[in-house]
């Protein structure tokens, strides 16, 4: 009976640091900037509530997958929300990519893996593959933002990670914050396909923060396709028209 004691005391002693630590270096939503409950895990419940979600996954032919019709051949694509200049999408995403929270993107993706699992929607996959930044952007910003979301799927799913398939050899700005006609004239960005050993007839799912004019999406997936009998799926966090 001692030893259960001592393991009672114990939890209730981590639930007292934890809710001490809370009260000294109290956290905040990322969406909205109030400050989070003890029991909200990076979202507050309002956010959560209101998180405008896409529900693509449950259509074979949902906007997603119209952004690539006659461009590339891709087995499945959607996103998780919509993203609208100024809304909570929006906050999060600026939050993930220039405020160091790449928890965000984490988050996101555990809410993502279980929409899909519960609607059994996610295709059979062989390698999740993140779309790259380039060297001196990972290096200035430290992460790629959207690993914490391949890292949810990785996880919930089974499938590995692989994060040497694709690179980034020339720097773009970023679309986010561009207009659509800016972003159509925009250079697509530049990648090129790596050493792909033993990938041929694999199913690659790739994934972005960001879905707009689909065109880095675009140039990614016809690289993964000069792998012999290779296919692509496509997932994103947000979506833009």
Known sequence: ???????????????????????????????????????????????????????????????????????????????????????????????????????????????YAELLADDQAFPSVDYIVSVPLHPKKLKQRGYNQVDGFATALSQHFQIPIHSSVLAKVERTASQTTKSFQERIKSKPAVFQLQSTPNLAGKHFLLLDDILTTGSTLENCAKLLLQIPDSKVSILCLAYTK
Do not use: W
């Open 1 to 111: 009976m001692g030893g259960i004691s001592v393991i009672f005391k114990s939890i209730n002693l981590l639930f007292m640091l934890k809710d001490l630590l809370h009260f000294l270096f109290p956290k905040s939503c990322p969406g909205c900037s109030i400050l989070l409950l003890t029991h909200e895990v990076l979202l507050c419940t309002v956010c959560r509530a209101t998180l405008p979600f896409t529900h693509q996954h449950q259509s074979a032919t949902n906007e997603a997958l119209g952004k690539f019709y006659g461009k590339v051949k891709i087995q499945q694509a959607s996103c998780l929300l919509y993203y609208a200049k100024g809304g909570l999408v929006s906050n999060l995403l600026h939050q993930l990519k220039y405020n160091n929270q790449p928890s965000i993107a984490f988050v996101l993706g555990q809410l």
